[in-house]
C-alpha cells in the first residue's frame, strides 16, 4: 500500500520533470494538504502558508528534474523542501538569518536506495511515534516543535530558561537516543 | 549511554548530519556543514538518513486542503491555464499590465478555470464508491451550501448567503471517531467550486460535514476558531 504509493508519487514527479502539466496537477491534488499541514505548523499564519504553498510547488516544478538523483522518497523531499521555504519565511519575520539550505543535500547525488534501504526506512518510520514516547515529554516536545514549528536553539533556551549551550547537548542527548532507539 | 559520556566522533558528525537536517546550524557552522556535504558522501547520506527519518513528524500532521485560488495561483505564476503564448513574453506582460489588458486576462483566465472546473467539461472521473451528498443550512436558513461527492472529488456550492465582509465559511470534515476536524478549505464567495479530497479522507455515511465563520482565507490555526454556522451528515445518493 504504502510501496504503490511511493511508485505513484515517483511516477508523477518523473512526468512532472517532463513537462506533463497534468502530473503536476495530480501531485498536487495527492500532497498539496500535507505540505500546507506543513507550512501552518511553521507559520501559523493562513495568508503566509498559502503563499509558501505555492512557492513550493513553483520549486516542485523546477526541481522535479533533479529528485531522481537524490535519493529520498517522494514525500520526504516534497515535505523537506515545503518546511525549508516555511522556516526560511518565519526566520525572515524576525530577521533572523535563512538556516543553511538543507536543500543542498537533496541535490547530491547518490547511489539509488536500495529495496532494503526502503524498508529500513519504512521500519523506521513506523518506530518513531514509539521511540518519541520513549523520551520524557519536554526532551519529546521539544524534537517536535523544533521540526514542526521551526524552533531554534535560542527560542529553545528562551523557553527553558537554560543557557543555549544547555539546551543544545540537552537536545543533541535526545536526538541520538532518537536514532539508537528507531534504528535498533 | 549515560548523560555524561561524551559523544564519540561518530556520534558527532551523526548528530551535526541532524542539525543541518532541522536547521539548527547558524554562521561558519552551518556554511562548513553546508560545504561538506559536496565533501563527505557520508556526511550527505547522513544528512538524508535523518530527512528520512524526521519526515515521518509531518506525516503525522493532518492534512489542510488549501483554497482553490492557491492552485490557480501557482498556475498562474508559471504560465499554465492560460493561452499558449503566441507573442514575445515582454509583450505581453505590459499588455497583461494595461486595466483592458488585465480585465481581458482576468476574463480568460476565469474562462480556464470555469473551463478546468465545469463538471461537465472534464472528462469523467474513475468513480470508486457510490455518491454522496450534504445540505448545509444556518439555523435562520440565511446561509445554503450543498456537498456532493463523486469519489475523490467534492463540488461545494454557495446557494444563497454569503459570509461578511473579512470573513470566510470554511469547510470541516468531521469523522464519527471524534478525531480532529479536517478543513477542505473555504466555500467560494459565490457559485461553485470543485476539490479533490486529500488522501485518507473516504466519504462515507457517518461523515459530517460542518462549516465554520472564519478570518478571510480560514482559520489562521488549522482548527475552527469561529462557531459552526451549519452541519450536515453525508447522505448516499
Known amino acids: 500500500m504504502q510501496d504503490a504509493r511511493r511508485l505513484k508519487l515517483e511516477e508523477m514527479i518523473a512526468r512532472t520533470a517532463l513537462g506533463d502539466r497534468e502530473a503536476f496537477e495530480a501531485l498536487y491534488d495527492a500532497t498539496s494538504a500535507k505540505l500546507h499541514a506543513v507550512c501552518l505548523s511553521v507559520l501559523k499564519d493562513r495568508p503566509e502558508a498559502e503563499e509558501t504553498l505555492q512557492e513550493v510547488y513553483i520549486k516542485v516544478w523546477q526541481n522535479a528534474a533533479r529528485y531522481a538523483a537524490n535519493g529520498l522518497s517522494p514525500m520526504t523531499w516534497l515535505i523537506t523542501i515545503a518546511r525549508n521555504r516555511a522556516i526560511d519565511r518565519l526566520r525572515a519575520r524576525s530577521s533572523r538569518p535563512a538556516t543553511a539550505s538543507t536543500e543542498a543535500a537533496a541535490t547530491v547525488a547518490s547511489s539509488e536506495p536500495g529495496p532494503e534501504t526502503a524498508t529500513i526506512r519504512a521500519q523506521e518510520r513506523r518506530l518513531l511515534d514509539e521511540c518519541l514516547a ?21 527560542d529553545l533556551a528562551q523557553r527553558e530558561g537554560k543557557p543555549i549551550n544547555t539546551v543544545r547537548s540537552w537536545l543533541r542527548r535526545s536526538l541520538l537516543r532518537l536514532k539508537d532507539c528507531v534504528s535498533q | 549511554m549515560t548523560e555524561d559520556q561524551p559523544l564519540t566522533p ?34 550527505a547520506q547522513a544528512v538524508r538518513d535523518w530527512q528520512e527519518r524526521l519526515a515521518g513528524l509531518a506525516e503525522s ?17 508559471l504560465g499554465h491555464g492560460l493561452a499558449p503564448l503566441s507573442e514575445d513574453p515582454n509583450q505581453r506582460r505590459s499588455w497583461w499590465r494595461s486595466p483592458v489588458g488585465a480585465l481581458a486576462g482576468l476574463l480568460a483566465v476565469a474562462a480556464v478555470a470555469a473551463f478546468l472546473w465545469l463538471p461537465g467539461q472534464t472528462p469523467p472521473i474513475p468513480t470508486s464508491g457510490p455518491d454522496y451528498q450534504a445540505e ?3 439555523e435562520d436558513a440565511a446561509l445554503r451550501v450543498a456537498a456532493r461527492l463523486e469519489g475523490d472529488e467534492m463540488e461545494i456550492a454557495l446557494q444563497q448567503g ?46 459530517r460535514i460542518a462549516l465554520s465563520d472564519e478570518p478571510a482565507g480560514g482559520s489562521p ?11 450536515a451528515e453525508l447522505t448516499r445518493l
Not at chain 2, 14 to 24: C, I
Not at chain 2, 65 to 77: H, N, V
Not at chain 2, 164 to 180: L, T, V
Open chain 1, 134 to 154: 520513549q523520551l520524557a515529554e519536554p526532551q519529546a516536545g521539544a524534537v517536535r516543535a523544533v521540526y514542526l514549528e521551526g524552533i531554534t536553539y535560542a
Open chain 2, 10 to 43: 561518530e556520534q558527532q558528525d551523526n548528530l551535526l548530519a541532524a542539525e543541518l537536517a532541522l536547521g539548527l546550524l547558524e554562521g561558519d557552522e552551518a556554511r562548513a556543514a553546508v560545504a561538506r556535504l559536496a565533501e563527505d558522501p557520508d556526511f
Open chain 2, 61 to 77: 500532521l493532518t492534512p489542510v486542503m488549501a483554497p482553490a485560488r492557491a492552485r490557480q495561483g501557482i498556475r498562474e505564476k
Open chain 2, 136 to 138: 448545509l443550512v444556518s
Open chain 2, 162 to 207: 454569503a459570509p461578511s465582509s473579512g470573513r470566510d465559511y470554511e469547510i470541516w470534515w468531521i469523522r464519527p471517531d471524534g478525531s480532529a476536524p479536517i478543513s477542505l478549505g473555504v466555500v467560494p464567495q459565490s457559485g461553485s467550486a470543485r476539490m479533490t479530497l486529500p488522501e485518507g479522507l473516504d466519504p462515507s455515511e457517518g461523515i
Open chain 2, 221 to 231: 490555526t488549522g482548527q475552527a476558531t469561529g462557531p459552526i454556522v451549519a452541519i
